[in-house]
Structure formats: C-alpha cells, structure tokens
C-alpha cells in the first residue's frame, strides 16, 4: 500500500518537475522574442562582419580563397601574421580619403535633400483625413514593390541626354540643348533622394500623426504665428523623426554601389564602388575588407556617441 502511495506521488510531481526543467532549460516567451532579433543580427551581421575583420589582416595570394591565413603551424610552433599595412595604405593614399570624403559629402547632401521634400510630404499626411492617411501612405511606399534594380534602371531611361526627361523640357521650350544628367552628380542626386526619400517620410509620419494637436491650438490662442508655432512646437516634437529618418538614409547612402555605378560617371567616387573594385577588379581582399571596417567604424563611432548623449539628456530630463 505504501508503495503504491509512493509510485502515486512520485507520478503527480513529474509533471511539476517536467515544468521546472523546462524553465530551466527551455527560453520564456519574453526571451525568445527579444532574443531572435539578435541572434539574426548576430548570424547576418556580427559573424560576417568578423570574417571581413579577419580579412583585413591577411595578405592577397593567388588561389582560393585569395587570401593568406593568419593562424599557420610550422614546426610545431603555431604562427601568428597580422598584416597592418593595409590600414596604414588607407592614410597614405589619397583616393581613399578622398573617396570617404565624396561619399559622405553625396549621403550628407542625400539626407538633407529627403528631409526637405520629405517633411513636407510626412506632414500633409499626418494632417490629413484618416481615410486618405492609409492611401498616401501606400503612395510612399509603392516603389519598394518593384524591384531597387530596375527602379534604378528607369531612371537612365528618364536622365540619359535623349531621354524623356530632356525630350519635355526642350518639347515646352525651357532648355534648348540637353541638360547632363546621366553620368553626373547630378544623376547620382536623383538616384539617391528617388530610391531613400521613403525612408524618410515612414519615421516622420510616426512622429508628426501621433503628435497632440492641442498644443498647436494653445500656441495659436496666445498669438504665435503658423511659422512661429511650427519652429517652436511642431519641429521640436519632430525632432526624434527627424534623426530616425536622416539615419535611415544616411548610412545605406554612405555605401551604395548600385546608384553610382548606374548613374554615375568616371569622377564619382564613393566607397562601395572602391569596395567593388578591391574585392571583385583587383581580387584584393584583404584591402576590400579593410577599407569596408574603416567605413564600418566610420558610421559606428559618431551614431554610439550620438547614442550616449542622446541618454545621458534623457536621464538628465527625468
């Protein structure tokens, strides 16, 4: 009988034990939710990122991978080659400068330009009637249904020296020799503020539809100005749409390759066709990977200082 009382216990506090194993063993909910996002930023971003770190340190070879290994066994003795002259080259050449220099001045330019059309259109959306708010919306983001590639395709067709862009401006007498377009700056501008402007509208409209109205109504009632309560109620609650939107398109602008290698010319210089060039031109790979770290901590360093202060004024406002 005991027995039996026994073997009747011991099966009741399975379950329980089954459960407490499981706790253990077994991520809650809140874990697995918050820990997929970083395990795909760890599989798709930190891991390549640290085999294009690794890279770097290598010297060029001919064969497959065309790279040396770092960590080699001769003797007996493990051997480690750390090639730190392809970071000095980055400071002794002057195209590279240069090219990070380009680079950031055309996103820098990029950035403002889809802030200045973009703020504009993010506010008549957040202003308008709900029922319309969801077809603009949809408006913004159409272009992302069609292909980036062939988006970026359309534009040549539209900039090209006889393309349609030229034909109606001289059709309506406004220029009377074609305009240069395609294979300048100037293209590349286009491109540029064409392809990212929705990421700029997106972060905006968040912002500016959940915005309380009544404060407009109070800067009204005590005199200001629509100029005066934009600049002074309207812009300052903005202000974190704005640094969202200005980083979605900053930093993918910092890198783009297929922008200026369609609508570029010769003398555009920005990283990701350097990149290109180093890694699939010249198959030197470990100068590719160098000068992809250089820009990597480039964009890192100012937005985790950026980060810390925007904190630190956060406590200090609590």
């Not at 001045?105 to 259109?121: D, E, R």
């Not at 900039?159 to 862009?165: A, M, P, Q, S, V």
């Not at 555009?268 to 180093?278: P, S």
């Not at 790979?285 to 890192?300: G, H, K």
């Amino acid at each position: 009988m005991n027995d039996i009382a026994t073997r009747s216990a011991a099966s009741g506090n399975a379950p329980g034990a089954l459960r407490r194993l499981a706790s253990r063993f077994v991520p809650s909910g809140r874990t697995a939710v918050i820990g997929a996002p970083f395990l795909w930023l760890v599989v798709f971003f930190a891991l390549p990122f640290v085999l294009v770190f690794k890279i770097s340190f290598a010297d060029q070879m001919m064969g497959v991978p065309p790279y040396t290994n770092l960590i080699a066994m001769k003797d007996g003795v493990v051997h480690l080659a750390l090639q730190l002259g392809h970071y000095a080259f980055l400071f002794q050449d002057d195209l590279y400068f240069s090219t990070y220099l380009s680079s950031l001045k055309i996103a820098a330019a990029s950035t403002l330009l889809c802030l200045l059309l973009g703020y504009p259109i993010a506010y008549y959306i957040a202003r308008s009637n709900p029922a319309t708010r969801n077809l603009l919306m949809m408006g913004v983001m159409l272009p992302f249904w069609t292909s980036f590639l062939i988006r970026v395709y359309a534009w040549i067709g539209i900039l090209k020296d006889d393309g349609l862009l030229n034909h109606a401006l001289m059709a309506m007498g406004l220029i009377h020799t074609p305009l240069r377009l395609y294979h300048s700056d100037a293209g590349v501008y286009i491109g540029m503020v064409y392809s990212y402007l929705p990421f700029m509208v997106m972060p905006l409209y968040a912002h500016l539809v959940k915005m309380d109205l009544t404060l407009l109504e109070a800067a009204y009632d005590l005199g200001a100005s629509p100029w005066v309560a934009f600049t002074r109620v309207t812009l300052p609650l903005s202000k974190n749409g704005i640094i969202a939107g200005s980083m979605l398109v900053f930093i993918p602008a910092v890198g783009e390759y297929v922008i200026p290698e369609l609508l570029g010319g010769a003398d555009t210089l920005m990283i990701g066709r350097v990149m290109w060039d180093e890694f699939f031109n010249d198959m030197d790979w470990p100068m590719a990977s160098a000068v992809t770290v250089a820009m990597v901590v480039l964009l890192l360093v100012p937005m985790a200082v950026f980060q810390y202060y925007q904190v630190k004024e956060m406590e200090g406002s609590k």
